[in-house]
Structures are given as C-alpha cells and as structure tokens.
C-alpha cells in the first residue's frame, strides 16, 4: 500500500492557494462575458449571449481581431524561422563571442518593451511603412523569436554533434540532414516555440500601441481604448476570447507531448516485432 509523502502533501496545500489565485481573476472572464447588461458588472445580472453576439457584429472589434491574428501569424512564421535557425546554427559549436552572440538573441526579452517600440516607430516610420500590419508583425517577431531559439535550444540539449557529423559524412544534404536529424529531435521545441510566440504577439500591447493606425488595431490595443472611453461587456468577450485560445493552445501542446511519450514508448516494441 503506497503512503503520500507529508512533503508532498504539505507541497500540495501550499500549491492550492496559489493556483486559485492565478486561475480565478481569469475565469472571473467568462461569467462577466455572459452577463445580461449593458455594463461590465459582477456578479453578473443574468446570462445572455447577446454581448457576445454584439462582439462579433461589431466591425471595429472583429477587424480588431483580425489584425491581432494577421500579426501573431506574421510572428509565429518569421520567429520560428529565425529562432529553429539560430538554436540549429550555434549547437555543437564553440567560437568566439558565443556569449555576445547568444546575448544579442536574447536581448529583446531584457530591453524594456516600451524602448523597443520607440526604435521600431522610428525606424518603420522612416521607412514609411507605418500603419499596417506589416510592420507590428515584424517588431513582434523580433520579441518571440528568444522563445523559440530557447525552446528549439532545450530540444537540442540531448542531439549528438556526431550524429550531424556522421549523417554528412554519408553524403546527406543539408536539407536531409535538417529532416531527417534535426527536425524530429526540435519538433517539440518548435511547436511550444511557436505557441509561445502566439501567445506574445496576440498579448503585445505597447508596440501596437505605438505602431497601431485606424486600419491597423489590433485586439488588446481596442481593449485598451475601450477600458478608457466605452465599458462595455464586449471587453470581457475579448478577454474571454484571448482565456480560449490560450486554453485551447496549452490542451493541444500536453496532447502533442502525450502522443510522442505515447509513441517513443511503442517504438521499442515495434522494432522487436517478428517480421
């Protein structure tokens, strides 16, 4: 009969606190969401849909959310590109500057977000570019692509330089070698790189703030000018919205690793299999 540890129990009970404190402000969201007034109030009064359906009848929130996906697409592609190449390009390898090179990567993620903003208005306005989604795509990737070199990084930790090595040595290309050594080792880092860098850009407020424009709002930017000027539960819609995606972004990456636990196990079996 197995006995739960007293250290583990008293871990769990400490746990509890600090788990309800982080989960309950944001599922407070939802019932909000779903409150029958015209008003963000809680308790909520009764439960409609009707704020939820104002939401997506209003153009102003629903390009809104559009421009938010636009630009968190344009992060998650430009991020997982630069940061899978820089985690592939600097392991196994020692030279020097290392340091300052992986500094210089990492660096978007320790300079305050408002100091990058300033320098991308300047930079994108002198280029004239400035009021599209283009621009505060590009100056969110530049903020995700640090999570996706570490997360790329983590899934590098346990790859054999030799096998790289040996696999050129065979004649393999560099696209064969990527596909068929590097890519099924990263897999997991890409895609938790690539949820990560979602959730920074579809979350990023003060650069789009910066770089927003009336065709170019995207969604935490509305939220915000609302919260000043127009309290309505269609602000609580949005941050319901933004709780599901994340939720749902966080359910698919436990199933992605539960079916690779799933089949590194089976593996051994299927390889001892009779013919």
Request: proline residues 7%; charged residues 5%.
């Given at each position: 009969m197995q006995t739960t540890n007293p250290r583990q129990r008293l871990?769990?009970?400490?746990?509890?606190?600090?788990?309800?404190?982080?989960?309950?402000?944001?599922?407070?969201?939802?019932?909000?969401?779903?409150?029958?007034s015209r008003y963000i109030t809680f308790p909520p009064e009764g439960i409609s849909f009707a704020a939820v359906a104002g939401f997506f009848a209003d153009k102003a929130w629903t390009s809104a959310l559009t421009a938010s996906l636009q630009s968190a697409a344009i992060a998650v592609v430009i991020g997982v590109i630069l940061g899978a190449t820089a985690a592939i390009g600097l392991h196994g390898r020692k030279f020097p500057g290392q340091q300052a090179?992986?500094?210089?990567?990492l660096a978007p993620m320790i300079v305050p977000t408002v100091v990058l903003a300033l320098a991308?208005?300047?930079?994108?306005?002198?280029l004239?570019?400035?009021?599209?989604?283009?621009?505060?795509?590009?100056?969110?990737?530049v903020i995700a692509t640090p999570y996706v070199y570490l997360t790329t990084r983590a899934s590098l930790a346990g790859l054999n330089p030799a096998l790289v090595n040996s696999a050129q040595s065979?004649?393999?290309?560099?696209?064969?070698?990527?596909?068929?050594v590097y890519l099924p080792v990263i897999l997991p880092?890409?895609?938790?790189?690539a949820l990560f860098a979602f959730s920074v850009s579809i979350d990023e407020t003060v650069m789009s703030l910066f770089m927003q424009s009336p065709s170019a709002t995207t969604?935490?930017?509305k939220m915000f000018t609302d919260i000043q000027f127009n309290l309505t539960p269609k602000i609580a819609v949005s941050s319901a919205l933004l709780v599901t995606?994340?939720?749902?972004?966080?359910?698919?990456?436990?199933m992605f690793v539960l079916k690779r636990r799933s089949t590194a196990r089976m593996l051994p079996l299927a390889v001892s299999a009779p013919n």
């Amino acid at each position: 009969m197995q006995t739960t540890n007293p250290r583990q129990r008293l871990l769990t009970l400490l746990s509890l606190p600090v788990f309800l404190f982080l989960v309950v402000p944001t599922a407070i969201v939802v019932p909000v969401a779903l409150n029958d007034s015209r008003y963000i109030t809680f308790p909520p009064e009764g439960i409609s849909f009707a704020a939820v359906a104002g939401f997506f009848a209003d153009k102003a929130w629903t390009s809104a959310l559009t421009a938010s996906l636009q630009s968190a697409a344009i992060a998650v592609v430009i991020g997982v590109i630069l940061g899978a190449t820089a985690a592939i390009g600097l392991h196994g390898r020692k030279f020097p500057g290392q340091q300052a090179v992986v500094g210089l990567i990492l660096a978007p993620m320790i300079v305050p977000t408002v100091v990058l903003a300033l320098a991308f208005y300047q930079f994108f306005i002198s280029l004239g570019v400035l009021g599209s989604i283009l621009p505060i795509g590009l100056a969110h990737a530049v903020i995700a692509t640090p999570y996706v070199y570490l997360t790329t990084r983590a899934s590098l930790a346990g790859l054999n330089p030799a096998l790289v090595n040996s696999a050129q040595s065979l004649g393999a290309g560099w696209l064969s070698v990527f596909r068929h050594v590097y890519l099924p080792v990263i897999l997991p880092g890409l895609v938790s790189g690539a949820l990560f860098a979602f959730s920074v850009s579809i979350d990023e407020t003060v650069m789009s703030l910066f770089m927003q424009s009336p065709s170019a709002t995207t969604l935490p930017v509305k939220m915000f000018t609302d919260i000043q000027f127009n309290l309505t539960p269609k602000i609580a819609v949005s941050s319901a919205l933004l709780v599901t995606v994340a939720t749902l972004g966080l359910l698919f990456q436990v199933m992605f690793v539960l079916k690779r636990r799933s089949t590194a196990r089976m593996l051994p079996l299927a390889v001892s299999a009779p013919n």
